[in-house]
């Protein structure tokens, strides 16, 4: 039986693939490799990130497509290209037997002693840990989880750790993010999950806005009317006359150097005696999270500068 040869013509990187390819800056001949077209005489790159029209999945069996993974993340300390060790089962989905068992507990003891390769990286993935816990009871977007994990990866390079909790510094990126986007979190809302004192997050807060130059976003009494409002059930007739009170003091610049809230809760409070509902200073005060004191203060601003 004659055999058949077969030959294999090995392709070049740098081998031009249009030969008529002309250089439009001088008119000299342009060889196409891989990943860019370069003119051989000036060295002009013409194009270059060529477009891969292959498959996007691999084939390992007959019927199973698989893709590269997850994307990466700033969530985890290694962006999410870790690996971990199962249990009781290997990557096929096969159930282990009974030797391979121990095998497999020993490995993932040594993998789990071995992945921290510093304590800076021990301090992170314990502080990013803490960052999604508070983003997942704040409810915030996926987006903002991970402009705080951004941000507390950015504390611990410029070593603003230093002489400061983990957890307090961890919530103060979280509040810092909510900022930055506009979103309406009050200081003590984010310290009381975080479980650290509202002084502590409020330091943090202010040496990451400090060191970092943090674009905050200003926020106004007038913003946190209908949260406020929700709150305590307000009907719509308050809510709107709280939002007038709280536009006309910003106007007047009554409400610079005041905290919003409870500059808000006071608006609140005001409309409702206007309207007959008798708010309590302690009701309007607990959902702006500040005292009554601060809710009297700024009801007798109110009465003596906006009518």
């Not at 021990?122 to 990013?128: S, W």
């Not at 975080?194 to 905050?216: D, I, M």
Request: negative net charge.
């Amino acid at each position: 039986m004659a055999t058949i040869p077969i030959y294999v013509r090995c392709f070049d990187e740098d081998e031009p693939s249009d030969t008529n390819a002309v250089c439009p800056e001088c008119g000299g001949q342009a060889r196409t490799n891989a990943v860019e077209t370069v003119c051989e005489d000036c060295g002009l790159v013409i194009d270059e990130q060529r477009i891969d029209h292959g498959p996007e999945w691999r084939v390992y069996d007959d019927d199973e497509r698989e893709r590269t993974g997850a994307p990466l993340t700033a969530a985890r300390h290694d962006r999410g290209l870790s690996t971990e060790i199962g249990h009781g089962a290997d990557a096929n989905g096969n159930a282990l037997s009974g030797r391979k068992r121990p095998q497999v507990a020993r490995m993932r003891r040594k993998q789990t002693r071995g992945r921290f390769q510093s304590k800076a990286e021990r301090n992170l993935v314990h502080g990013l840990g803490e960052v999604r816990r508070l983003a997942s009871a704040l409810e915030l977007s996926d987006s903002v989880r991970d402009q705080a994990c951004q941000l507390f990866r950015s504390a611990q390079s410029e070593d603003l750790l230093r002489g400061r909790s983990i957890e307090a510094i961890a919530a103060a990126s979280v509040y810092g993010a909510c900022r930055c986007n506009g979103l309406l979190r009050l200081l003590g809302e984010v310290s009381e999950i975080a479980r650290v004192t509202e002084s502590r997050v409020t330091n943090g807060y202010k040496t990451l806005n400090e060191e970092l130059g943090l674009p905050a976003k200003p926020v106004s009494p007038s913003m946190f009317v209908p949260r406020l409002a929700s709150a305590l059930d307000c009907p719509d007739g308050i809510r709107q006359r709280a939002r007038t009170l709280a536009e006309r003091a910003e106007e007047r610049g009554v409400t610079t150097g005041v905290n919003p809230a409870g500059f808000a809760a006071a608006c609140l409070y005001k409309a409702g005696r206007e309207e007959g509902r008798w708010l309590t200073q302690s009701d309007v005060a607990e959902s702006g999270n500040v005292t009554p004191t601060t809710v009297r203060t700024h009801h007798e601003t109110l009465e003596e500068q906006v009518a």
